[in-house]
């Protein structure tokens, strides 16, 4: 049978994307992982895993069987919210089924058509995605330069609506953080408010993981702020930590809230455990940001080019996407689950092999690392000069 329209374009399209090294399969890790975001490597902790077991036991269903504003509400989730909200130090929090919905909701009901959002050029595609569907005027600035942020909000600052800056605190593709009080202060001076994505600071960061707001100590200055526990919470959904009003308001108005259902509600058992585990884990944290340190380090000094910081976000930046598939590859080969990062999920241009550190690797396994990445540029020039030459 002849394929339908729609189908031959999805086809040409997927040959496209083949032949730009831009088609991605699903395939399973295997070595050393270096594209997990289970930072504090608690995915596969017995007590963790305990904690499930008993929360399980203890439910009295093991679905939520609609969304809260239905059936789905139950004594789980407001205790979990409770104890989310004093962890990231805000009145309240509300809890998403994932940061993707967390954002959607958030910026699509609180933002309206004639507000300004002044948007980081690197946020994640779910911020960028819920600024879009609110329909919000964009200003979007230079990655990280709060300079050319000061310059926008000085010009629009006689401008009709609200003003709305969002961020990440640690960027999930270069890992680096823009100075959080800074930010506050920006939207202090310009009567702006702030709206940060914790994603990648979420028990990585801060005192007891309580990420970076709650280290600048402004998390109560921000309109929203944003953490996620599919991450080093080795759990899954999202909370959006505000005031009693602002969540009053997204119970109410956001669609990724009101239109879905509510996690099952061990799943708060499970974020409990982690939250207790994470708050503990100052050495694995500290561990973390010494492999990540020495990483830059050793990267840099053997001419690789990456970004400053200290996160467990390491990219190692090749240039286009054959090199990255390249790299990712060779990686592979020698026992590193690497993954190239290519566009649209990062600029034209800057694909790369993003390093995602976690508490499970040593600093033999840096050093091994950047050995085999050496080992791969110079495959990679051999490779280029036998085609050309
Ligand atoms: C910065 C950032 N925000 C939000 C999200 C979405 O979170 P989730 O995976 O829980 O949907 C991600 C996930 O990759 C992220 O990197």
Known sequence: ?????????????????????????????????LCSNDYLALCDDPRLKDAVVQAVTE?????????????????EWDD???????????????????????????????????????SDSLNHASLIDGIRLSGARRMIYPHADLKALESALAQHAADAGAHVIVSESTFSMDGDAPPIERLVALAKEFD?????????????????GRGRAAAAGCERETLAVVHTCGKALASMGAFVCCSETVKRYLVNRARTFV???????????????????????????????????????????????????????VPVIVGDNRAALFYAEF????????RAIRPPTVQLGTSRIRVSLTARITRGDILRLVDVLTEAREALREAAFAAHG
């Open 80 to 118: 979990i919210e409770r104890e989310f909200a004093a962890f990231a130090g805000t009145e309240a929090a509300l809890c998403f089924s994932s940061g993707y919905a967390a954002n959607i909701g958030v910026l699509t009901s609180v933002l309206k058509p004639n507000d300004i959002v002044f």
């Open 192 to 208: 702006a408010e702030l709206v940060l994505d914790e994603a990648h600071a979420t028990g990585v960061c801060g005192p007891e």
């Open 259 to 313: 239109f879905s259902t509510a996690m099952a509600p061990y799943v708060a058992g499970q974020i409990r455990g982690a939250l207790e585990l994470a708050r503990a884990a100052n050495d694995r944290r500290e561990h973390l940001r010494g492999i990540a340190v020495e990483l830059r380090g050793r990267l840099i000094g053997a001419g690789f080019e990456t970004r400053e910081g200290d996160s467990p976000i």
């Open 59 to 75: 439910a009295r269903r093991v679905s939520s069987t609609g969304s809260r504003l239905l059936s789905g509400q139950c004594a």
């Open 331 to 338: 990686l592979q080969g020698r026992g590193f689950a690497a």
């Open 1 to 33: 049978m002849k394929d339908s329209y729609i189908v031959s374009r999805i086809q040409d399209e997927l040959e496209e994307l083949g032949r730009d090294a831009q088609l991605r399969t699903l395939a399973e890790i295997r070595g050393v992982n």
